[in-house]
């Protein structure tokens, strides 16, 4: 990556972090709470690798000290985005909001290589953008996959003989489903399943049931399709109507992260018109990093944007994750059939469910609520597995070496809990992650969402 002029124009740079709004970076004190918390700073022991290292970076750049430099900008985009360091730091310093900033702002004032300029447009903007592109693409990995090609490098002598990198891809690669979950469902309203409800020794019609709308993503919308028809099957179960808008786009936080953040607004404006006017109780997300970036539409729109701020919190606030609400409705899920067999599964928290969306205690206690069921959080759970939205194909080695560290954690709740056969993580990115990371080291464990393990311990389920 290069500079735009030889002579950094300081003072523009100054002028983009101002109208930015920027000021709660003076919220940092330099404590270094938050140090031990980062996994970059674990691996690189590096302060300018740490929270408080690239706060200090972000400030310079703001208070137009330092220019936009190789020096200034690695430390920057190494950073996993985890916002491990919010959690942990006690004067409320919004990092995720000052990083995604300050890389919108190093994208647009930099030169970027061809190669990277090509990738970013072709994915970001095209991919991304389109369902079509999206359906094809998974129909052509699907057939990738079946053809045998991929358990070629991963499983014979022939992944010795190509590119580590090149085999680990192929230990990343979703299930891919070849069809669009929305377009499938597109516009239908999808009835509850109990309509009635006990009333002494009568049924009686249900009161209040909610209506919802589904999000269903980019990536997720063509791949590890149970996660939504789960989703789905669990709403219904308890009371709802779903709705999922066909119009609506990707949610825009793979842009956000990696600085685009005008195709990102236009996303965000693309969403809240596709859910907006549908008398919706709730927009439902089942992927931790969409919900994170849901709730946050209103870091990146701008008055600029014309969407009046009413809209854009009216839609926030109906943003919930599938297992917050489901643990918040759960009085509806008491009169279902469950499993009661014991089960002993592992529990890994998403970054952005827990650090961004700050979610984690009640989709354990859902989970904990269930017979027989007991779960076993990993000792670091809190703890980024190292996907981090494409940092794993962006940052391969560094990516690695955290996973690793996620890999010990599951090795270790493995030899005090051997009977467990499941791990779950409710963001698939985060599922991709780990379960490469249990495949590169022959690990015999499933890796589920949540919601999926929900499903499964219902009996109606098997009818
Ligand atoms: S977001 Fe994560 S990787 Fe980045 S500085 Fe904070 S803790 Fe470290
Ligand atoms: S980000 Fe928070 S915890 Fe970290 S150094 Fe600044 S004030 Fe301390």
């Not at 310079?60 to 920057?76: A, K, N, Q, R, T």
């Not at 985009?77 to 919010?86: F, K, P, S, V």
């Not at 389109?130 to 359906?135: E, H, R």
């Not at 009661?340 to 599964?345: F, H, I, L, S, W």
Request: aromatic share 8%; net charge positive; charged share 25%.
């Amino acid at each position: 990556m290069k500079i735009k002029s030889e002579q950094q124009n300081l003072s523009l740079v100054k002028k983009l972090f101002r109208e930015a709004k920027f000021n709660n970076i003076l919220k940092c004190v330099h404590c270094g709470l938050c140090l031990d918390s980062c996994p970059t700073y674990r691996e690189l022991g590096d302060e300018k690798d740490s929270p408080r290292g690239r706060l200090y970076l972000m400030r310079g750049l703001w208070e137009g000290e330092f220019e936009l430099e190789s020096s200034v900008i690695d430390p920057l985009n190494r950073c996993l985005d985890c916002r491990a360091c919010e959690s942990a730091c006690p004067s409320g310093v919004p990092f995720g909001e000052l990083l995604e900033k300050t890389r919108g702002i190093i994208l647009e004032n930099t030169k970027q290589s061809f190669k990277a300029k090509f990738l970013r447009y072709f994915f970001f903007k095209i991919v991304f953008c389109s369902t079509n592109l999206l359906i094809f693409i998974s129909r052509m990995i699907k057939i990738y996959v079946a053809s045998g090609f991929p358990k070629l490098f991963t499983k014979t002598f022939v992944g010795k003989l190509v590119p580590k990198s090149f085999v680990t891809k192929h230990y990343l690669i979703p299930n891919f489903s070849g069809e669009s979950f929305k377009r499938i469902h597109a516009e239908k309203i999808l009835p509850p399943f109990e309509k009635f409800e006990k009333d002494g020794n009568n049924l009686k019609l249900k009161k209040n049931i909610l209506r919802v709308g589904l999000f269903s993503g980019c990536i997720m919308d063509v791949s590890e399709s149970e996660i939504h028809y789960s989703t789905l099957e669990l709403l219904r179960h308890s009371g709802c109507k779903v709705i999922v808008p066909s119009d609506q786009s990707c949610c825009g936080a793979l842009h956000v992260h990696n600085g685009d953040r005008k195709t990102s607004s236009k996303l965000a404006l693309e969403n809240i018109a596709a859910f907006e006017n549908r008398n919706l109780d709730a927009i439902i997300t089942n992927a931790a990093g969409c919900g994170a970036q849901l709730k946050e539409y209103h870091h990146l729109l701008t008055q600029d944007d014309f969407v009046n701020q009413k809209k854009i919190l009216s839609f926030e606030n109906k943003i919930v994750d599938i297992m917050e609400f489901l643990f918040k409705y759960s009085d509806n899920l008491k009169n279902l059939e469950w499993h009661k067999d014991e089960y002993t599964v592992l529990y890994d928290s998403p970054c952005h469910l827990m650090h961004a969306q700050k979610v984690d205690t009640n989709p354990r206690k859902l989970l904990e609520s269930l017979p027989g069921v007991r779960l076993v959080a990993l000792e670091e759970s809190e703890w980024c597995c190292g996907s981090a939205g494409i940092y794993n194909l962006t940052h391969p080695e560094l990516s690695k070496a955290v996973l690793n560290r996620k890999t010990k954690s599951i090795i270790k709740a493995l030899k005090e809990n051997s009977n467990a056969k499941t791990i779950l993580t409710g963001n698939p990115g985060c599922l991709y992650q780990i379960r490469a990371g249990i495949r590169l080291s022959n690990i015999d464990l499933r890796v589920l969402h949540p919601i999926v393990f929900l499903a499964n311990r219902l009996k109606k389920n098997e009818s």
